[in-house]
């Protein structure tokens, strides 16, 4: 079982920067890949991005790309999202998850941080 807690959010005007944080703890974090998803008021949880355990791949949707960037520091047990060029339409909570079941079930969630950009 993985445990997950992210943080960093905030409120922020258009085109502002922000990075989050998520914190892992349980299983070995090195091997299970990471992503983050996020919940905009009145929608669906969408997919933002997700990183291989290595870190050495990562995947994002295509409204985020070339403004928001995945990474993981496995000794710190801890994935991040930098987004850049931030839009109103990115006001969400954004949650982190584990994918330790593999086949991008992830079966592990945390509970979410909020990120409101004001234009």
């Known amino acids: 079982q993985v445990q997950l807690v992210e943080s960093g959010g905030g409120l922020v005007q258009a085109g502002d920067s922000l990075r989050l944080s998520c914190v892992a703890s349980g299983r070995t974090f090195s091997s299970y890949a990471m992503a983050w998803f996020r919940q905009a008021p009145g929608k669906g949880r969408e997919f933002v991005a997700s990183?291989?355990?290595?870190?050495?791949?990562?995947n994002y949707a295509g409204f985020v790309k070339g403004r928001f960037t995945i990474s993981r520091d496995n000794a710190k047990n801890t994935v991040y999202l930098k987004m850049n060029s931030l839009k109103p339409e990115d006001t969400a909570v954004y949650y982190c998850?584990?994918?330790?079941?593999?086949?991008?079930?992830?079966?592990?969630w945390g509970q979410g941080t909020q990120v409101t950009v004001s234009s």
């Open positions: 990183i291989t355990w290595s870190g050495g791949s990562s």
């Open positions: 998850a584990a994918d330790p079941l593999g086949g991008s079930t992830w079966s592990s």
